[in-house]
C-alpha cells in the first residue's frame, strides 16, 4: 500500500502520494511545453573559446552540463575582474548554458562558499542567478571531501570566542533542470546499477578531492563526481557539456560511460593536458574491452576496470 503526506510526523516513502504538499503551492511554476530536441555535431572536442558565446553548439542539443567554475580566489587561471564582472561571466555562460540544454536537461554545478572577512556565499549567488536565467532547482548535494580538517590551521583565533571560524571540509553541487521535471524519451540505455543509485540519490556524498599534481591543474575535480551525475542523468550517447572544462574530468567520465562530451576552455595548455587525459582513458577502455573478460555492462563495471581506469586518468 501507497503512503501519503501525513499531518504530523514523517512516515514510510514507498509508492508515495505527496500532492497533499504539493497542493499548498510553495512555489508558483510555469512548466515549458517545448519537446524539440536536437543533436550537435559538436561532439567528442574541447574548444579552447570562452563558452560565454556557444554559438557552435545547437539549441536543445545538450543532455547535461556538470562544471565546476573558477571561484575568483586567485588561482592561476582566475582574471583580474572584479568579484561582480567575474558574476555577469557565470550568468553568460549559464544563459548559454540555459539555451543549449534540451527540454529538460540537467545543469550541475560544484562550487564552495569563499573566504572569512566576510564569508562570501558564492552557491547563494549562482542559486539565485540559475532561477533568475529560468532554471528549476532540483537538489543540492553536499560533497563532503574529507572526515578532518588536518592540517588546516584556518580556525580564527585559537581556544577563543573573539573570532573563531568554521573549516570547510565541504563544497556544494547545485542541481538545476530546463522548462520541465523529466527528461524527453528518446533513445538510450540507463547504466547506473540499483547499488550505484540508491547511494547517489542521497544527499551527501563522500568523495575524496583530486590532487592538482597528479592532474596538472591547479584546482581539479575528481572524475568520480561527474562519474556520478553523468551515471544518474543520462542515458547512453547523450551529450554532456562543460563549459569550464579545466582538467577534463567530465570528458573522462563521459568517455568512461559511454557518452559523448564536448567543452570549453581558455586555457590551452589546460585543454591540451585534458585532451590527453581523454586519449589515455580511451585507449585504456579499448584495451580491456578486448580482454578476455570484457563480457560486462560497460567499461568500469569490475574492481580491474576500475582500477586501470583510475590510473589511465592520470
Known sequence: ?????????????????????????????????????????????????TAENMSDLASNSVALMITSPPYHV???????????????????????????????????????????RPYVP???HVTQMMLELGFFMRGEVIWQKAKGAGGSCAWGSWRSPSNPTFRDL????????????ERMHRP?????????????????????????????????????????????????????LDPFMGSGSTAVAAVELGRDYVGYEINAQYAAAAEDRIRNTARVISDVEAAPDAAV??????????QKLKLAEG
Open 122 to 124: 558564492l552557491s547563494h
Open 74 to 116: 586567485g588561482k592561476e587561471y582566475d582574471s583580474d575582474s572584479s568579484f561582480e564582472e567575474f558574476l555577469v561571466m557565470l550568468r553568460q555562460v549559464f544563459k548559454e548554458t540555459y539555451r543549449v540544454l534540451e527540454p529538460g536537461g540537467r545543469a550541475v554545478i560544484n562550487v564552495a562558499n569563499l573566504g572569512r
Open 188 to 240: 538510450g540505455r540507463a547504466t547506473i546499477s540499483k547499488e550505484d543509485f540508491m547511494r547517489d540519490t542521497l544527499s551527501i556524498w563522500d568523495i575524496p578531492p583530486e590532487s592538482a599534481k597528479r592532474v596538472a591543474h591547479p584546482a581539479p575535480f575528481p572524475v568520480e563526481l561527474p562519474r556520478r551525475l553523468i551515471n544518474l542523468y543520462t542515458f547512453e550517447n547523450d551529450l554532456v
Open 297 to 306: 555492462i560497460h567499461p568500469i563495471t569490475t574492481r580491474t576496470k576500475r
Open 1 to 49: 500500500m501507497g503512503t501519503k503526506t501525513a499531518k504530523f510526523g514523517v512516515g514510510k516513502r514507498e509508492s508515495h502520494d505527496s500532492s497533499a504538499f504539493y497542493e499548498r503551492r510553495l512555489q508558483q511554476i510555469a512548466l515549458s511545453d517545448e519537446t524539440t530536441i536536437v543533436r550537435s555535431d559538436v561532439r567528442n572536442r574541447i574548444l579552447t573559446t
Open 170 to 181: 565541504h563544497e556544494y553541487i547545485l542541481c538545476f533542470s530546463k522548462g520541465r521535471f
